[in-house]
C-alpha cells in the first residue's frame, strides 16, 4: 500500500502562481514515477506532469514552460509548482503514484482543488 496526502491547492488570480506537494508513505520501493493529474468539471482526467525515481520529467504541452516538477527523494515528496496560472488550469489536481517494477495498481490521493479567479 502506499498512502500520498496532498496539499497547497486554493485560490489564485490568473498569473499568479501556486506550489503543490505530495508526500508519500508506505511501500515505496522499485522503479516508479510520482506525478500530477488534473480533472475540470465534465472532463477526463488528464496528466499534468510526472517524475520517474530516476529524475525523468514529462510535462503535458499545456503546461510545459509554466509548471515544473521536482521531487525530494529523502522525503518521498514531489511539488508541482505552477506559474503564470491560467483560468484553464482551473480543475481538481491528484497525485499520482504508478510503480512500474514490480508492477501493481495505481495509487492515488484525495485531490486538491486549484481554481482560477479574478
Known amino acids: 500500500q502506499v498512502q500520498l496526502v496532498e496539499s497547497g491547492g486554493g485560490l489564485v488570480q490568473p498569473g499568479g502562481s501556486l506550489r503543490l506537494s505530495c508526500a508519500a508513505s508506505g511501500n515505496i520501493f522499485g522503479i516508479y514515477s510520482m506525478g500530477w493529474y488534473r480533472q475540470a468539471p465534465g472532463k477526463q482526467r488528464d496528466l499534468v506532469a510526472r517524475i520517474t525515481s530516476d529524475g525523468t520529467t514529462t510535462y503535458a504541452d499545456s503546461v510545459q514552460g509554466r509548471f515544473t516538477i521536482s521531487r525530494d527523494a529523502a522525503k518521498n515528496t514531489v511539488y508541482l509548482q505552477m506559474n503564470s496560472l491560467k483560468p484553464e488550469d482551473t480543475a481538481v489536481y491528484y497525485c499520482?503514484?504508478?510503480?512500474?517494477?514490480?508492477?501493481?495498481?495505481?495509487?492515488w490521493g484525495q485531490g486538491t482543488q486549484v481554481t482560477l479567479s479574478s
Open positions: 499520482n503514484f504508478h510503480r512500474i517494477l514490480p508492477a501493481s495498481p495505481d495509487y
